[in-house]
Every structure is written in structure tokens, then in C-alpha cells.
Nanobody, 119 residues
Framework: QVQLVESGGGSVQAGGSLRLACVHS????????MSWFRQSPGKGRDRIAT???????TYTDSVQGRFTISKDDAKNTLYLQMNSLTPDDTAKYYC?????????????WGQGTQVTVSS
């Protein structure tokens, strides 16, 4: 059974930084992808960063250059370093693991952690 536990959310002023962490159970697939999603009130859940089994990462335009996704497979932990935060980054952030190999798109999400950025 997959388990994901996020931490590191909180409140920060604009321009500040936060680092989210997600401890996960053992990977389901042999070529796993993991991602961070976020969801603001009244909006859909958007994928913002993905890292694949080789450590290659991709980002949505709105966070490119400010956020960094990384992983430590020895610790079964996924990270999201968030810098230069703005109020638009306020959302609930979810860690997700792909249950299919090669980024097949069958995501399993954690419970989420709230990030609030004040101006």
C-alpha cells in the first residue's frame, strides 16, 4: 500500500522560501515518477513539478526558475524547494507518486500541506 506524508508547509512573507518534504513508502513501479501538485481554493489541482527515475525534472512555467524538485531515494523522500514565493503561490501542495512506470499518469496523492504567502 502506498503511503505519502507531506511536511514543511506554513506561512511566509512574499519573497521568502519554504522547503516541502514528502516521505513515501517503497516505489510501486520500477521506473517511478513523482510530482508536486498544488490546488488553490476554487481551482483545479495542477501539477507543478515532476522528477523521473533518472532524476530528470520538469516544471510548469509559473514555478520554473523558482522551485526545485529533488529526491533522496535512500531516504524515500521527495523535496520541493520553493524560493521567491509570491501570494499567487498560496495553495495546498500535494506530493504524488505515479503508480505506473515511465510517468504513465496514474497519480496517487498524499493528504497535502498548506502554504500561505502574504504580501
Amino acid at each position: 500500500q502506498v503511503q505519502l506524508v507531506e511536511s514543511g508547509g506554513g506561512s511566509v512573507q512574499a519573497g521568502g522560501s519554504l522547503r516541502l518534504a514528502c516521505v513515501h513508502s517503497k516505489y510501486i513501479s520500477s521506473r517511478p515518477c513523482m510530482s508536486w501538485f498544488r490546488q488553490s481554493p476554487g481551482k483545479g489541482r495542477d501539477r507543478i513539478a515532476t522528477i523521473n527515475w533518472d532524476g530528470i525534472s520538469t516544471y510548469t512555467d509559473s514555478v520554473q526558475g523558482r522551485f526545485t524538485i529533488s529526491k533522496d531515494d535512500a531516504k524515500n523522500t521527495l523535496y520541493l524547494q520553493m524560493n521567491s514565493l509570491t501570494p499567487d503561490d498560496t495553495a495546498k501542495y500535494y506530493c504524488a507518486v505515479d503508480l505506473l512506470p515511465y510517468c504513465g499518469g496514474s497519480w496517487f496523492w498524499g493528504q497535502g500541506t498548506q502554504v500561505t504567502v502574504s504580501s
